[in-house]
């Protein structure tokens, strides 16, 4: 056997293996009595043996012919598996999600958009991968994931994004520190000061790093966490000031508990979005997810909005 079977071969041969006439066969699976006597030559020919017995009418197998009888029902059978799984994902609720998340977008933005998700497609099988920005990048690139929320990427010509929100890098300090009282970041003021900072591999950190570089405060030491709520944590009782964005330290800045303030004499912004390879097509439940969240991170470009006034940003 040199090439491959035809899968109307196939079907053809288990047609006249059950029904043992080609007229009734060809009836069976919507060919004429030509067609199914030429598909079991080819088939006969392609295997090298005989795989039916012909007696007037009456075709039957060969000893051959049910062993090979035994092995392509078993392929038909998970063709028809394959079939059915793929005609499932096309219904409304089925098929599968997977999508990458920071940690602030898996604390923040995830649990809301999820809850409406479920609520469309009850049957979708849904896989959450953490990671930061170079990490997202990779797992869309393997197609370990199908979406990534994330920063929105810088000169990655491969992948395209649909636009969330933009929000706003802010400073903040405990309610207790003498720059709440004072109510903004004097001048070279993180020249002693301690910055609770998210982890080095996020592209947020990036950020930061650079832009106070560029303005020329770097702070005197930088305490790296892999978590928002321990990075509030240890500003709330004064171990240092974080960088945050005023949407993800909402309730204690309502409370009192923290103070935001500019981070300096620039706004410091990042853009959001959803992520997913170029010239992808987008699937029902892809779509349907990008939409939610689009809907749910509405609120945050509102809660971002600074309320106090930037003019005593980083007063010289």
């Not at 029904?19 to 030559?41: E, Y």
């Not at 720059?179 to 001048?187: C, D, E, F, K, M």
């Not at 080095?200 to 930088?222: G, I």
């Not at 978590?227 to 800045?253: C, F, Q, T, Y």
Request: hydrophobic share 40%.
């Amino acid at each position: 056997m040199s090439g491959t079977l035809d899968t109307r071969q196939l079907l053809a041969f288990a047609a006249l293996a059950r029904r043992q006439s080609f007229t009734l066969a060809a009836k069976d699976i919507h060919l004429t009595q030509s067609a199914v006597s030429h598909a079991i030559r080819g088939l006969e020919d392609e295997l090298g043996c005989k795989l039916f017995d012909r007696t007037g009418r009456i075709a039957k197998l060969t000893q051959a012919g049910e062993q090979f009888s035994h092995h392509v029902e078993i392929i038909l059978r998970e063709m028809e598996t394959a079939r059915a799984s793929l005609e499932a994902m096309t219904r409304w609720g089925h098929g599968r999600l997977r999508v990458s998340a920071s940690t602030t977008a898996c604390q923040y933005i995830l649990p809301s958009v999820l809850r409406e998700f479920r609520q469309s497609f009850p049957q979708c099988v849904i896989t959450i991968e953490p990671g930061d920005y170079d990490r997202q990048l990779e797992l869309l690139r393997s197609n370990t994931v199908d979406l990534a929320i994330m920063i929105e990427p810088e000169k990655e010509r491969d992948i395209e994004f649909q636009p969330l929100f933009e929000d706003e890098l802010r400073m903040l300090v405990s309610s207790a520190h003498a720059w709440a009282r004072l109510g903004h970041v004097p001048r070279n003021g993180l020249a002693k000061e301690t910055l609770v900072h998210y982890n080095k591999s996020s592209f947020t950190f990036r950020l930061v790093s650079d832009f106070l570089r560029e303005e020329d405060c770097p702070p005197a030491q930088v305490i790296e966490l892999g978590s928002m709520d321990a990075i509030k944590e240890l500003v709330k009782i004064g171990l240092g000031v974080g960088v945050l964005a005023p949407w993800v330290a909402r309730a204690e800045i309502e409370s009192g508990s923290l103070v935001d303030l500019p981070i300096g004499r620039r706004h410091l912004r990042r853009r959001w979005c959803v992520a997913y390879l170029k010239n992808r097509k987008l699937q029902l439940g892809e779509e349907t997810f990008v939409g939610l969240c689009q809907t749910v991170t509405r609120d945050i470009v509102a809660i971002n909005r600074p309320e106090k006034s930037e003019a005593k940003a980083l007063k010289s």
